[in-house]
Nanobody, 125 residues
């Protein structure tokens, strides 16, 4: 059974850091898998946060310089390091994966085949 499981969310103060993990099971997270991180805040649409495709990384303008996406294929896991967190980063964060992505962008949720269940990130003092 193909699964992505996120972890690492929680409550953090503004300016703090969190590292989200996305563990894959049922398939091997090879380099030909594009990884995406998305988030959805209450009352808002889901938005692309970051993606990792063919060794290249992409970030939403709102998180550039603060977030970093990475992967460790030996652990079958992808990560999203989030620094200098702001209250507006509060959302449920989802990871997603797709193999042999042909679409022009990896920041659109519609191109992904596999999704995790999400992990809550709350930034508040």
């Amino acid at each position: 059974q193909v699964q992505l499981v996120e972890s690492g969310g929680g409550l953090v103060q503004p300016g703090g850091s969190l590292r989200l993990s996305c563990a894959a099971s049922g398939f091997t997270l090879e380099d030909y898998y594009t990884i995406g991180w998305f988030r959805q805040a209450p009352g808002k649409e889901r938005e692309g946060v970051s993606c990792l495709r063919d060794g290249s990384t992409y970030y939403a303008d709102s998180v550039k310089g603060r977030f970093s996406i990475s992967r460790d294929n030996t652990k079958n896991t992808a990560y999203l390091q989030m620094n200098s967190l702001k209250p507006e980063d509060t959302a449920v964060y989802y990871c997603a994966a797709v193999d042999f992505l042909r679409a022009l962008t990896c920041m659109s949720g519609g191109v992904y085949d596999y999704w995790g269940q999400g992990t809550q990130v709350t930034v508040s003092s």
